[in-house]
């Protein structure tokens, strides 16, 4: 049962590298239009990692591994991006497994295991659907397939 559980987390982290590499270093920039700038791009993909990795910081320090904070300045390619997201997924479904396998408990989180995959699963999922409307109205085109892909998870 965990390591069903435990597909969510894998796909969903596969979903955004595989946007992140649909979108190339050269649309990191986009930005939403509105009256706020709001993130670019790949503000928003530090974003993701870095609510990761806040998280891992207050609830579970033990399963921070090799990720570390990123500051929006260096986030600026892919292949920085693409590590960050790789390292904090996995430290996450490494805290995960162990959740849902009853060998560690979360500190400063009362929701559980259940909850707390929901709230990462939630948050990764708005931050794509920001990242799409930016490039969408910045005039970036993203290959169907992949528009279609990233709701394809039984194919990932």
């Not at 033990?62 to 990720?67: I, M, P, Q, R, V």
């Not at 970036?140 to 992949?146: F, G, N, R, T, V």
Request: proline content about 1%; aromatic content about 8%; some cysteine.
């Amino acid at each position: 049962m965990t390591e069903e559980i435990l597909k969510s987390w894998i796909i969903n982290n596969k979903v955004n590298i595989m946007l992140l590499d649909a979108i190339g270093d050269s649309g990191l920039n986009a930005r939403p239009v509105a009256k706020r700038q709001g993130r670019s791009v790949g503000e928003q993909f530090a974003h993701l990692h870095n609510v990761r990795f806040g998280w891992l910081e207050v609830c579970a320090k033990d399963y921070l591994g090799k990720t570390k904070k990123l500051d929006k300045e260096s986030a600026t390619t892919v292949k920085i991006l693409k590590k960050a997201l790789e390292e904090s997924g996995k430290s996450i479904e490494n805290l995960l497994r162990d959740l849902f396998d009853c060998k560690t408990k979360l500190k400063s989180y009362k929701g559980g295991a259940g909850a707390y995959l929901g709230y990462m699963l939630a948050h990764d999922a708005h931050h794509r659907g920001q990242i799409l409307i930016a490039l969408k109205q910045s005039g970036i085109p993203i290959d169907q397939k992949i528009q279609f892909g990233i709701w394809e998870w039984d194919k990932i």
